[in-house]
């Protein structure tokens, strides 16, 4: 049984930075790779960042390009997101998830666990 614990969240002014972590158990961790999405109130579940399992490669939504970073320890079985120029439509609670398939994937449906999620909330 895998699990996730997501940590990191909180409230933080525009234009502020967050660093969220993700710590993992269970299954070997280094073997898949790892997701961030996030989901505000009233919409769908929203992908943000993906890591390979060896962190050389890396791809992110849209709207967090160029603002956010994700990066893994595989040594800790932590993956971190940086957070940077945060904007109030960044307030989401944030999940971690662990992927199924050994390809980065953008889809929810194609990771297997998935943490409790964090509360992120970016004030104007």
Partial sequence: QVQLVESGGGLVQAGGSLRLS???S???FSRYPMGWFRQAPG???EFVAAISWSGSST???DSVKGRFAITRDNAKNVV???MNS??????AVYY???AGTMRLTTLPRLYD???QGTQVTVSS
Avoid: I
């Avoid at 945060?86 to 307030?91: A, M, Q, R």
């Fill in 22 to 24: 993700c710590a993992a």
């Fill in 26 to 28: 269970g299954r070997t």
């Fill in 43 to 45: 919409k769908e579940r």
């Fill in 59 to 61: 791809q992110y939504g």
């Fill in 80 to 82: 971190h997101l940086q």
């Fill in 86 to 91: 945060l904007k109030p439509e960044d307030t």
């Fill in 96 to 98: 971690c998830a662990e």
């Fill in 113 to 115: 666990y998935w943490g």
